[in-house]
């Protein structure tokens, strides 16, 4: 998951990312960057679940009902601003990708669910669904 305020990953920012089997949450809320590591890594073949909560600087991540991890952006800001769609099982066009985290390609895989601030997202495209565009979505 990607999202920010601008396409370049300057300024504010979140991303959920995969990295070296492990899950990390990245976010910025201008002013420093806040990152939070599962102590777990994800389990192959088998759905994983992630929770991630934020409110001002803090964040904290859950992976698969482990152990609940802890994290603190740096900074005066507290709120994020996002101007960018929000990406998910990939990283669209956003420039800044590589040289602000550590990943340069997108998530392959199935996301099943998604639900953010109580919200269950639709993943059918189209007017039934919450999905505007799909990249590089293969069957």
């Known amino acids: 998951m990607l999202t920010g305020e601008r396409d370049?990953?300057?300024g504010d920012f979140m991303a959920l990312l995969l990295h070296q089997g492990?899950?990390?949450f990245w976010f910025d809320c201008g002013s420093g960057m806040g990152r939070v590591k599962s102590?777990?890594?994800?389990?192959l073949n088998q759905w994983n679940t992630i929770t991630i909560y934020r409110h001002r600087w803090d964040a904290w991540l859950v992976l698969n009902q482990g152990n609940r991890v802890q994290g603190r952006s740096k900074g005066l800001f507290?709120?994020?601003t996002f101007r960018e769609p929000v990406f998910l099982g990939g990283y669209g066009n956003i420039t800044g990708l590589d040289r602000k985290l550590p990943v340069s390609t997108g998530f392959t895989g199935c996301i099943?669910?998604?639900?953010a601030n109580d919200h269950d997202y639709n993943f059918q495209q189209g007017s039934l669904g919450d999905v505007s565009h799909g990249f590089d979505i293969r069957k």
């Open 8 to 10: 370049d990953l300057t």
């Open 22 to 24: 492990f899950v990390e």
């Open 39 to 43: 102590e777990e890594t994800i389990v």
């Open 78 to 80: 507290s709120r994020i």
């Open 112 to 115: 099943r669910k998604f639900v």
